[in-house]
Antibody, heavy 121, light 107 residues
């Protein structure tokens, strides 16, 4: 079964660093781009960026560039989303998802279960 | 960024109704458009890709159409399981974007 399993919920204070993960299984992880999507409480979906696990090549939405880092470790079939310094406005649920075809211009066909991040002093 | 505008934001309908949701792109995206369904607390689910291709396992009452800047998602006969939120997404550019969503509620 093709699946993406994300790391558990996180509670952080403003200014702390954070790294969440997304582990793929059931398919050739190296060959499919992985994307990250934010959903703030009660709001819609926001596309954050993507990474190609084969060479850890990331692309970012201008809205998130400079505040997040997206990476992948193909040796453990895992993608990561990280912040050097979180802020209260990062409170949200974060989803990873596989892009279904070759190349970065594709829809997202397999989704992780989501990771809830709460940032509060 | 390419902006995606969905309408309506909320839609009230009854079981058996034909439902149409519209998505407009701020510039041409050819057929690089997907539709997703999301239920509360759950991950989105891909319904349609390439504007009109039905994802495997998705009921045939769902259909997509359009190209360029105007697209529609149609549910031919609304079922109880279809009450959810729906999002369009363009993937024509390297910075992809979602529409703001349409919530389909029970009338």
């Amino acid at each position: 079964e093709v699946q993406l399993v994300q790391s558990g919920a996180e509670v952080k204070k403003p200014g702390e660093s954070l790294k969440i993960s997304c582990k793929g299984s059931g398919y050739s992880f190296n060959n499919y781009w992985i994307g990250w999507v934010r959903q703030m409480p009660g709001k819609g979906l926001e596309w954050m960026g993507i990474v190609y696990p084969g060479d850890s090549d990331p692309r970012y939405s201008p809205s998130f560039q400079g505040h997040i880092t997206i990476s992948a470790d193909k040796s453990i079939s895992t993608a990561h989303l990280q912040w050097r310094s979180v802020r209260a406005s990062d409170t949200a649920k974060y989803y990873c998802a596989r892009l279904y075809g070759s190349g970065p211009l594709n829809a997202m066909d397999v989704w992780g279960q989501g990771t809830t991040v709460t940032v509060s002093s | 960024d390419i902006q995606m505008t969905q309408s309506p934001s909320t839609l009230s309908a009854s079981v058996g109704d034909r439902v149409t949701i519209t998505c407009r792109a701020s510039q041409s995206i050819s057929n690089y458009l997907a539709w997703y369904q999301q239920k509360p607390g759950k991950a989105p689910k891909l319904l349609i890709y390439k504007a009109s291709s039905l994802e495997s396992g998705v009921p045939s009452r769902f259909s997509g159409s359009g190209s360029g800047t105007e697209f529609t998602l149609t549910i031919s006969s609304l079922q109880p399981d279809d009450f959810a939120s729906y999002y369009c997404q363009q993937y024509k550019s390297y910075s992809q974007t979602f529409g703001q969503g349409t919530k389909v509620e029970i009338k």
